[in-house]
């Protein structure tokens, strides 16, 4: 599987009506996968065990993509994993509605909080109109500045354009790295400047 750890998943166990997010933490190739468990489940925790069937979904470049498998396992130590069995087959089910576009553009990404916002430098790896994908560099003895479902303001200078362009969305993505942070977010609406423009733009 070529998956980047720390990538999300979205898990939909079968049987119950409710899927949770997990992520990719690493794999034994053709034996298992290995999966985060979150603290807080939709469900009782009990619901989930050995045998149960779930599918997965995972978003890679412009695709998404699908496997269904199995629980082979439930851990608790050293951590809260779920060990799943090794996909037969992995389907590709759509291409993203919005093309994304590679790139590396310096920006300003502001985290909206009631009492305090906070003002960070990244830069944008990818972006497309409905979302882009952030690179932060970490810096020792500091907190990580954001969370999933923070809101955030970003601003940059985007080819093309005089001045600031904005956007505002959430952080739908995390990925720690050891040296920085990966966070994907997705605007709160299209965004006309960024390609492709209609005729009359």
Known sequence: MD???GTELTIHPHGLEESFKSFFVGEKPDVHIVTGLPRELPYPREDLHKGNEVT???SEG???NEFRTCIHEILKE???LLILEYPSEIKTLENRACRRIN?????KLEIIF???NRLITGVIENISKTGCNCVLKKFKGTEQPFSLGDKISLRCQFPGFA???TGEGKIIRLQDMPEEINAGIKFDRELWWIPPYAPSE
């Open 114 to 116: 009631e009492d305090n």
């Open 103 to 107: 790139c590396l553009i310096e920006a």
């Open 62 to 64: 412009e695709s998404v």
């Open 78 to 80: 050293p951590a809260d």
């Open 3 to 5: 998956i980047r750890t």
């Open 163 to 165: 001045g600031q362009q």
């Open 56 to 58: 997965v979904r995972y």
